[in-house]
């Protein structure tokens, strides 16, 4: 069992645009557009679950070590959401991400299961300002930098509970 617990209001209001403006307007199916006006029975809506947990939470399994033994968290910020909590049940155990915004800091809490590995790319301004678990990212055991992406610090790491705090 997956969950997911998100704050946009899209999803479960009841006026234009929303999912819940189709259902009041009678639709059985996703529509093309918001509006209703091309096709009624379009995918194009369809995998919003798939974007929350891959994008949004950053719950990725690694195509290099299939059924989530090595794990990608890889969490998105996007508009004025401030934070964003979600979970998999993998075979190994629950995956979680939990991501939130305060001022210019990102603060992650990540749990990853026993007999596994991840990858998690924080959106850090350097490296320096990188906390884990409320001390310096380069004192604490088992956790590694890889690598600087695109804004994002690749941190190598292993099971357990971990909470990270970057400057944005």
Known sequence: MNGLIWPIPWLIKKTYPSWGYW?????TTLWEDWDGRGSRNHHMYGD???WFYKALAGINPDPQKPGFKHIIIKPNPVGDLK???AWHKSMYGKIVSHWSLDKDQFNLKVNIPVNTTATVYLPAKDKASIKVNGQDIDKVNDVKIIDIIDGRVAISIGSGEYE?????
């Open 83 to 85: 934070w964003v909590k």
């Open 23 to 27: 259902i009041i307007q009678g639709a």
């Open 164 to 168: 990270f705090a970057s400057a944005i």
């Open 48 to 50: 919003i679950s798939a």
